[in-house]
Every structure is written in C-alpha cells, then in structure tokens.
C-alpha cells in the first residue's frame, strides 16, 4: 500500500468521491477508473452521447519565446513554423535511435506561442528534456498547473454550446484561448468528436456543475477511456508505443511530412530517415479474438506451427464493437487482414485473427 500512499490526487477528486467514483493508481495519480455507470455503459454513452473525463493528470507546457518553434522543430519531427494560429499538430519526442519517448499534441496559439500537451507517465520526463533541449533556445517553458477535462461523444459541440462555452466553432485539431488562463483544442482519444479544456481549478468546479446538469453528459473513468480509445485504433504510450518502437513499425509516419524528413534537422532525423528507407521491421495490426475471451497486453502471438510472430500491445472488450478487440505487432511479412494467429494465455493459445484498425469509424468533426 505505500505506493498507493504517494500518489497524487486530481484537484476534482472531491467531485470524484461525490459522484461514487472506484479510483485506481496510473501514472502516480489516483483516477476514476470507473463511475456507478460502469464501464460498459460509460463507454456506450459516450459513444452515443457526451462523456466528461478528467484528464487533469496530462501535463500542459505553455512555451513562448522568439526561439519557441525552432525548439519545436528540433525536440519534435515537426515544421512549428509552418502550423497555421489556432493549428494543432500529432508529433512525438524521439530519442537519437528515433524511439518514441512521448506522444504529444502541439498547438499554435499565435506567433511565438505553442501549447504542449503531454502524456501524464512522462511528464516529469518530458519536462527535463524539454528544458535540457531548449537551453540553446531563446524562450521560456512554464509546466502549467490546470485543470484539465475532456467532453467526448457526438453531442459534446452541443452541450457546450448550451453551456454557453466558447469553441463550439473549433474546427478538428485546432485549439485556443478562449479566456486568460484557459486552454481548449478540438481533438480526442476516443475516434468521436470532442474538445479539451484546460482551466483554472474554480473556473472548472463551476463548468463540470453546468456540464453535469445537461442531462447528456455523465462521468467517464479510465477503463471506458481505454476500451474507447482501442476501438478506435489510438495508442496508448507505454504499451502500444514506447522508447523501443518507432514511428515506422508504429505506422505512425503520417505525423512527419515530407518537408520535415528532407530537412532532417530533428533529434532521431538519421535514424528514422534510415528506418523509413529499410522499411518497417514490423507492423502495428488490430486483432479479433475468435471467441468472447479477451486478450491482455503482453501475450505473445504465435502462428499456426506455434513459431512466435509477435505480441499483444492493449487488449479488452469492446462495448461499440460488440467482441473482444486488441493491437499488437506482428512482423511486417507477416499475413494479410484475416491471417489466424494465437495468443498466448496461461498456457492455452486464444485463436485471433488479424483484424484493419479502427474497429469503429473514426467521426471526428472535419468542418
């Protein structure tokens, strides 16, 4: 129990208690993990609804500076410079051997002003490289202490514009300050249409009372959180992406333009150049169990001689889906969407079949 002992609290925990939420350790903090609801009902209202999480353990970086975008442009496989004000971009941190140390959110807010969202797990490292990296750099990073929340689900843009929220115009992958001190982006972690709003915590006590009052918004915890964002084929760092995986293998290079491959002035710019001309050495593949019995993070994958071909990355149930649904990596020859495969679980093999990401459709708003 010490370790249980040291974690952080979310300065909503009060709310959290008050609204019969279980909590659960991840990433040194206590969470919700889930509500009353359950995770079932949890997910399936969000994918039918509003969900409200509280994602207050991520960590904002509030970077300004006349040397801000060409730090970003070094630290990240990113083109700061070339974001539009109020443009999102999907970039990582990467090593010298082009592994992903993180998996960020990066946003213009204007000029020389760039919102960081980073993942809650490594934002202690995060910020140590950061401002290690920008010590060559004339600008200033401040770790901002907010609030931070999430509505997802198709009447989130609704709710919040009863609410009387600014935003509501967003357009996908786009954020900015509605308010001093406040931070919103429309992005998501769950494939459906949603917004994030980072806030001062009185700011946040009096919206989660206006959003909860709407009828269509209830809590969602982390476990709902992550079958959601399965589902959707979203990876969660630290399991489906990680120090050891790059965004080759990832299938991830979408996220670098070509631009910013052939100027090759980020950290990890040889390695990943290298990487892209082998090709990747394995591939990241949605998988199906055969049967109602879910696989877990971290089950070897064998083929039907028993010659191991992979590994389980996130595993659950999926409530939209309907069957168990999971991700993992197989090798890059390895067969086409429907080839059998097996897990390996306490000593029996779960039949699997390779499976296209995402299992549920993508509705992001796209204007």
């Not at 931070?148 to 843009?157: M, Y």
């Not at 406040?182 to 915590?201: C, K, N, Q, V």
């Not at 064998?302 to 595993?315: A, Q």
């Amino acid at each position: 129990m010490g370790a249980e002992k040291n974690l952080k609290s979310l300065p909503l925990d009060d709310l959290h208690k008050a609204a019969g939420a279980r909590f659960g350790g991840f990433a040194g903090w206590s969470m919700p993990i889930t509500y009353p609801l359950g995770v079932m009902k949890e997910h399936l209202h969000t994918r039918e609804k509003a969900g409200l999480f509280d994602i207050s353990h991520m960590q904002l970086f509030d970077i300004a500076g006349p040397g801000t975008a060409a730090l970003l442009s070094h630290i990240c496989p990113l083109d700061a410079d070339a974001l539009a004000t109020g443009q999102s971009k999907y970039t990582f941190f990467l090593n010298e051997q082009a592994g992903i140390l993180d998996d960020l959110i990066v946003t213009r807010l204007g000029g020389d002003h760039f919102m960081v969202v980073a993942n809650a797990g490594n934002a202690a490292a995060d910020e140590a490289h950061l401002r290690d990296v920008a010590k060559g750099f004339d600008c200033r990073i401040n770790a901002l202490d907010r609030v931070f929340l999430a509505i997802q689900g198709p009447q989130a843009v609704d709710v919040l514009r009863v609410a009387g929220v600014p935003g509501t115009e967003l357009a996908f992958m786009h954020g900015f300050e509605p308010k001093p001190g406040w931070f919103m982006s429309r992005s998501g972690y769950t494939g459906e249409d949603g917004f994030e709003i980072g806030l001062p915590a009185d700011d946040a006590r009096e919206l989660v009372t206006a959003l909860l009052a709407d009828e269509r918004v209830a809590w969602v915890g982390l476990a709902a959180r992550d079958s959601l964002r399965l589902e959707a084929g979203l990876c969660l760092h630290g399991h489906d992406i990680t120090p050891e995986i790059d965004p080759v293998d990832a299938g991830l290079t979408w996220a670098i333009s070509k631009p910013v491959r052939e100027k090759a002035g980020f950290i990890g710019a040889k390695a990943l150049l290298d990487k892209i001309t082998k090709g990747a050495a394995r591939k990241r593949v949605g998988l199906k169990p055969d049967s109602r019995q879910p696989v877990r993070s971290d089950s070897i994958l064998v083929d039907i001689h028993g010659n191991v071909v992979g590994v389980v990355t996130s595993g659950g149930f999926g409530p939209s889906a309907g069957f168990p649904v999971a991700m993992g990596y197989v090798g890059k020859d390895f067969g086409p969407i429907g080839t059998q495969v097996f897990a390996e679980v306490r000593g029996n093999r779960i039949a699997l079949h390779v499976h296209s990401l995402p299992f549920t459709p993508h509705r992001y708003h796209k204007g």
